[in-house]
T-cell receptor, first 108, second 114 residues
């Protein structure tokens, strides 16, 4: 079966740091993705991890532990525009299997 | 703009009618994917093409759904005899085979079945 779990909602304050966790159990694994999706818009690519460890890209970092079936997305120096849904997705062969997404609200 | 485009952006139809959506991928992208997203959920994989060949189709996709990519460029997704449960956002994404981990999504077609 395919199971990807992430928290439904999170809140944080502007300027703070937030960590969004994702755990997965899938029949295949070819990498883990994080996408950002603003309401009514298409998902936009944030990060991709295929090997264990931390990938840093500006204010966003993503971590992967394949043995634990675990990833997190770290957002630093939060801005109001970071209020969005964050989707964790596992690449299984050539398709993406998405979690339900974490809706992040950033407050001033 | 050279991103993925989808038409129409919105479609309202009555139950039982047929609808067709179009996706134009980023030029040179030889892979094209269709996903469906309902409110509060992540996108669900429906099917994908490499050039004109349909390589995989989800078991979620009933016989009422069909997708084509006749010349390996744009793709169409047709839903026959629509049902209210088909109401969703239909997303298209494209990628290069050499960079299949970079899927770029289009803005989606929002279907409402009344």
């Amino acid at each position: 079966g395919q199971n990807i779990d992430q928290p439904t909602e999170m809140t944080a304050t502007e300027g703070a740091i937030v960590q969004i966790n994702c755990t997965y159990q899938t029949s295949g694994f070819n990498g883990l993705f994080w996408y950002q999706q603003h309401a009514g818009e298409a998902p936009t690519f944030l990060s991709y991890n295929v090997l264990d460890g931390l990938e840093e890209k500006g204010r966003f970092s993503s971590f992967l532990s394949r043995s634990k079936g675990y990833s997190y997305l770290l957002l630093k120096e939060l801005q109001m525009k970071d209020s969005a849904s964050y989707l964790c997705a596992v690449r299984n062969t050539d398709k993406l299997i998405f979690g339900t997404g974490t809706r992040l609200q950033v407050f001033p | 703009d050279t991103g993925v485009s989808q038409n129409p952006r919105h479609k309202i139809t009555k139950r039982g009618q047929n609808v067709t959506f179009r996706c134009d991928p980023i030029s040179e992208h030889n892979r094209l994917y269709w996903y469906r997203q309902t409110l509060g959920q992540g996108p669900e994989f429906l099917t994908y093409f490499q050039n004109e060949a349909q390589l995989e189709k989800s078991r979620l996709l009933s016989d009422r759904f069909s997708a084509e990519r006749p010349k390996g460029s744009f793709s169409t997704l047709e839903i026959q005899r629509t049902e209210q449960g088909d109401s969703a956002m239909y997303l298209c994404a494209s990628s290069l085979v050499s960079k299949e981990y970079e899927q770029y999504f289009g803005p989606g077609t929002r279907l409402t079945v009344t």
